[in-house]
């Protein structure tokens, strides 16, 4: 895998341990567990547009920006969103942030968009904008791969690009397709194994 396509992956750090029969120890390595970005299609014809126009800017796609852009909006985005719209506001100060050049504020884009993904879907995203969550945040994960930033994701949003990936993936069998769900496998247990804090 060459870097530039490494930018279309999240990467899961997943601890491995491995019996030393002759030492009689327990060594943990760390093995990478790629996640392939799989883009989400925007459904409605409205969705499309917004996707086009965000898309073609390099932006991601701003709730607050969206409705200057797109005033049909404004009154499916306010009943929707009416109880996160101080949250939406404060995301689009990050990305305006991160857009000049934050590496802050788009670590924290990228957390806030995870949080707010946790609402999804609304009716104004399923009948007019679209899954803009998703669209973020691959954006989000792509240009922290471009900047080589470390991150890590909530355990819920790992769980949430495998399933993308599976689905993407679905009757496809390679050699590649084995060694990443073994991988999967590793990280589920140690989900299961993990002491409660």
């Not at 970005?37 to 701003?62: C, G, M, Q, R, T």
């Not at 670590?107 to 995870?114: C, H, S, V």
């Not at 009948?127 to 989000?140: A, P």
Request: charged share 30%; aromatic share 12%.
């Amino acid at each position: 895998m060459d870097n530039s396509d490494k930018n279309n992956y999240y990467v899961e750090p997943v601890e491995i341990e491995i019996y030393l029969k002759k030492a009689g120890t327990v060594k943990t390595i760390i093995k990478d567990l790629y996640i392939e970005l799989v883009d989400e299609e925007p459904k409605p014809d409205l969705a499309k547009k917004i996707f086009s126009f965000f898309n073609e800017k390099d932006h991601p796609i701003d709730l607050i920006q969206l409705q200057n852009n797109f005033p049909e909006t404004i009154l499916s985005v306010i009943e929707s969103y009416y109880r996160f719209i101080d949250l939406y506001e404060k995301l689009s100060m990050h990305f305006r942030s991160a857009l000049a050049g934050s590496i802050d504020s788009l670590r924290q884009a990228l957390y806030m968009t995870e949080l707010l993904m946790k609402y999804e879907p609304t009716l104004c995203s399923l009948q007019h904008i679209g899954d803009f969550s998703t669209y973020n945040l691959n954006y989000l994960i792509r240009k922290l791969n471009q900047e080589n930033e470390e991150f890590l994701l909530e355990d819920s949003t790992v769980e949430y690009l495998i399933k993308r990936h599976r689905v993407k993936h679905e009757g496809i069998e390679s050699s590649e397709d084995k060694e990443f769900e073994k991988l999967v496998e590793l990280w589920q247990y140690n989900l299961k194994e993990k002491p409660i804090i």
